[in-house]
């Protein structure tokens, strides 16, 4: 049976923007309990709330799905993603699906390395987080004896990962090309590990 909050992300899933009021008509709870949820489902960055204007009224505060609720429900895609990875893999040699990551990881670091010029490291650092967040991932990062450590407590490709571990690399290859840095990996959750970590060393 669901609970309260899956069948808010459910609500959402399926009707789309949803109001307080309409969650707890919806649940059939008080509205303080609503938020209750909502607020616990935001700390986990699944829901986000946007003001929504009316042609009559007060502007009204909605909550939806962000794209890391999204990815709670079932996707085919992932299906679809193993199938072209495995026939990719029959057609070409290793060193060639590792390029062909490595490229990825390097185009799409030049796209958000324009966001990171001229900051100071640290203020790096907590850019590189928002960025990577933006592609999924929960991460974090503090100092190191080495440098920097920067860990991720969940990665947006673990299913794909899971059959082909080429993918595991690309998170790894995309830090060091956005921070132009060394970068090195100390723990990997397809390893049993409870979370990805990695140990960055850059050039004040």
Known sequence: MENSRQLILRRLKERGPATIADLAEYLGVAPMTVRHHLNALLAQGLVRSETVRRSVGRPALVYLLTEAGEEIFPHKYLRLTDRLLEELKASVSPEVIEMIFTRMAQ??????????????????????????????????????????????????????????????????????????????????????????????????
């Open 107 to 204: 185009d799409m670091a030049e796209e958000y390395r324009q966001r990171l010029i001229g900051l100071p490291i640290e203020d790096r650092m907590a850019a590189l987080v928002e960025l990577l967040g933006e592609e999924g991932f929960m991460a974090q990062w503090e100092r190191a004896e080495r440098g920097y450590r920067l860990t991720e407590y969940n990665c947006p490709y673990f299913h794909v990962g899971q059959h082909h571990p080429e993918v595991c690399r690309f998170d790894q290859s995309l830090i060091s090309n956005m921070l132009e840095a060394a970068v090195e990996k100390d723990t990997c959750v397809l390893n049993g590990d409870p979370c990805c970590s990695f140990t960055i060393e850059l050039k004040s």
